[in-house]
């Protein structure tokens, strides 16, 4: 298979938004805060390193389907799978934006 340019770097941005944000919310644990998470908190148990592969891994798993399922469409929309990129990296850059907000302004 041949990809465009545009889906590789939807691709690398959600995976640098993923470890950006595991990043962000181990200083957010350090300093205090909790994983809501109840995947990523299982994680967590075993410590900063085993958080960081699990949430590198399951994103990657996941950027993997979408992009094997990128062509599908579902039956009773018109979105196509290959949209999804695009709302992913919208709500990675949401969780990052508040996770700002908490390091600068909620968390000392």
């Known amino acids: 298979d041949r990809y465009s340019s545009h889906l590789f770097a939807a691709i690398v941005a959600i995976l640098l938004l993923s470890v950006l944000d595991a990043l962000l919310t181990l200083h957010l644990i350090g300093k205090g805060s909790t994983e809501l998470n109840p995947v990523m908190a299982f994680f967590l148990r075993f410590g900063p390193f085993v958080f960081m592969g699990a949430k590198y891994f399951l994103t ?3 950027v993997v389907i979408l992009l094997l399922l990128r062509n599908v469409v579902r039956r009773r929309s018109i979105t196509h799978a290959q949209n999804l990129f ?22 000392s």
């Open 60 to 62: 990657c798993f996941g």
């Open 86 to 107: 695009s709302y992913i990296i919208a709500a990675f850059t949401t969780i990052i934006v508040w996770e700002l907000y908490l390091i600068f302004f909620v968390v």
